[in-house]
């Protein structure tokens, strides 16, 4: 601030003599270009609120849809992480089993390959575990013996589809083994949650794409509305020395903040979505007696989205002040 | 300051609208360029503000030939020049103060003396108190004097007017003449383009002819140059 007073108690004597501009002041003037077309830029927005509305409202739900889109599939995932931890497959050990005979097991089941690791769950554990869990703890005390077997949890190291097969083997070697009653693994539903996953995340891309593209075109569209409006200005501008870039700066801070307040709508869109489902959701994950919640987009979520749109927005100003620009030319 | 060395332009419509074009204006020189409308006058002006290109021949400015230039030093060019339209060319959308203030704001002038010049140049067409005016609520006559002040705020060193008197009476063309007079008084080569024949007449400048893209007369005594 100190600087910048001195610069301009100093400057008129200067200038008074000498044309030239100092390059400290052209530096200057280049920031106060840049804030006061920011804030023109803002007013001539606002000026016409319904036209931003509409344009706005059009890139917000452009920029949401994809969003939302990706949001569902990033809560299938964490209810895939769920899954994966499910890919563990429980080997019910037969009711008669000796305790030497389950000890052989536990050592035979260790040195098959491809597992990452063995869980022995005895019988009174396993009848702990249900008391607590279940809520059917007295109810249970009526029966005079354990009605539940005792358990083997195997945890392969395979983690993604590819390696499902091996996970396959290991299930055909571990029921083959001396006192398994039976090994279960709900593994064609987890292979099919995957590929689905696999494929929508395509999807999504892809109408993500398009309609950042969709987007582009209606910021390039408004910008050159908007180009057109302001030829004399451009004219005069260009005539009494105004460079290329000088021209250029209104439009594309015109496209930044058209870009920038579709996506913030549209993460407003979003979080309101969120709010709105979440309780659904949630009582929904409580019937089920699922760990789920609906996760929403978080803060950095929200900041990619506004870096998207903002950067859109320049692009679009951009593909529109250079099909445009070069043809207003004073004549 | 001007040099024109057999220039001629050639529109892509066919039109020759200057044909070998030869003259020389000094630093601090003030002309008129006269002739009947068609005869290239807002040509020659266009070629000097580099709207149109010469199709051959060469143009000095400052000893500097302005074919050479390329498109993207054109704007620092334009900015040694001060240019007056007929149609005065001022935005509707922003006051007089934010008109003439235009070239100052692109030369990167601070605002403290973007201020300062401003009001020098208002107050040098007696326009000082219709600075917060928009230009349309001012008359033909204070909307051109609006426009010469945007041309000389800069302090340019060539001042090109393009029919500033058109569409005003003759008193307040004598008296936006005088306005050019003073600047020329100041070391501002003066160029005006003007069918007021009347009007030059009774000024005592150097006064060239043009007709049907011809240079007839080139302002110099025989044996001047």
């Known amino acids: 601030m100190a600087g910048s007073n001195k610069a301009n108690r100093e400057a008129p004597s200067r200038g008074a003599r000498d044309q030239k501009v100092k390059l400290s002041d052209r530096w200057r003037s280049y920031r106060a270009h840049h804030s006061s077309t920011l804030r023109t830029t803002l007013a001539k927005i606002f000026g016409e609120p319904i036209q931003t509305l509409l344009t706005v409202v059009v890139i917000a739900i452009a920029l949401a849809l994809p969003s939302a889109m990706f949001l569902v599939l990033h809560n299938v995932q964490q209810l895939g992480t769920g899954i994966e931890s499910s890919q563990q497959m429980t080997v019910f050990v037969e009711k008669t089993a000796t305790r030497s005979a389950i000890e052989q097991l536990s050592e035979d089941i260790e040195q098959l390959a491809h597992v990452a690791s063995v869980t022995y769950i005895s019988e009174e554990q396993a009848l702990e575990e249900f008391k607590a869990s279940s809520g059917f703890g007295s109810a249970l005390q009526y029966l005079d013996k354990n009605p539940l077997p005792a358990v083997f949890l195997v945890q392969p190291k395979t983690t993604n589809t590819a390696e499902i097969t091996h996970t396959q083997d290991l299930v055909a070697a571990i029921a083959a083994l001396n006192a398994v009653e039976e090994v279960q693994i709900d593994m064609l539903w987890m292979q099919r949650l995957l590929t689905i996953t696999e494929i929508s995340q395509k999807l999504v891309l892809a109408i993500g794409i398009a309609l950042g593209i969709g987007v582009l075109l209606v910021i390039g569209n408004t910008i050159r509305l908007a180009i057109q409006s302001r030829r004399d200005e451009i004219i005069v501008v260009k005539l009494v020395g105004g460079t290329d870039a000088y021209v250029r700066r209104p439009f594309l801070y015109t496209g930044l903040l058209l870009g920038l307040l579709g996506a913030m709508m549209a993460s407003l869109m979003l979080v309101t979505c969120v709010v709105w489902l979440g309780r659904s959701v949630n009582a929904l994950a409580d019937l089920y007696q699922s760990q789920f919640h609906l996760v929403g987009p978080g803060f950095s979520g929200i900041l990619t989205l506004w870096l998207i749109g903002a950067s859109i927005g320049v692009m679009g100003a951009w593909v529109a002040v250079m099909q445009h620009l070069r043809e207003i030319e004073p004549k | ?225």
């Open chain 2, 1 to 225: 300051m001007i040099r024109f060395d057999n220039v001629s332009k050639r529109y892509e419509s066919g039109l020759e609208a200057l044909k070998r074009v030869n003259f020389e204006l000094e630093a601090g020189e003030m002309a008129f360029l006269t002739g009947p409308s068609g005869a290239g006058k807002s040509t020659l002006l266009k070629l000097l503000m580099l709207m149109e290109r010469p199709s051959s021949g060469t143009l000095l400015i400052n000893g500097k030939n302005l074919n050479r230039l390329s498109r993207s030093s054109i704007p620092s060019y334009r900015r040694q020049i001060g240019v007056v339209f007929q149609n005065h060319q001022l935005l509707s959308d922003r006051t007089v103060f934010d008109n003439v203030a235009l070239p100052l704001q692109i030369l990167g002038y601070p605002i403290s003396e973007t201020g300062r010049r401003v009001r020098a140049a208002l107050d040098g067409v007696g326009l000082l108190e219709k600075e917060a005016n928009n230009p349309l609520t001012l008359s033909g006559g204070e909307q051109q004097r609006v426009g010469i002040a945007r041309a000389v705020v800069h302090k340019p060193k060539i001042l090109l007017a393009d029919e500033p008197t058109g569409n005003l009476d003759p008193k307040l063309s004598t008296e936006i003449m005088s306005l050019f007079r003073r600047f020329q008084s100041v070391g501002v080569t003066v160029l005006i383009a003007t069918h007021d024949i009347n009007l030059i007449n009774r000024l005592d400048h150097r006064i060239m002819y043009l007709e049907d893209g011809i240079m007839a007369d080139n302002g110099v005594p025989y044996g001047g140059e």
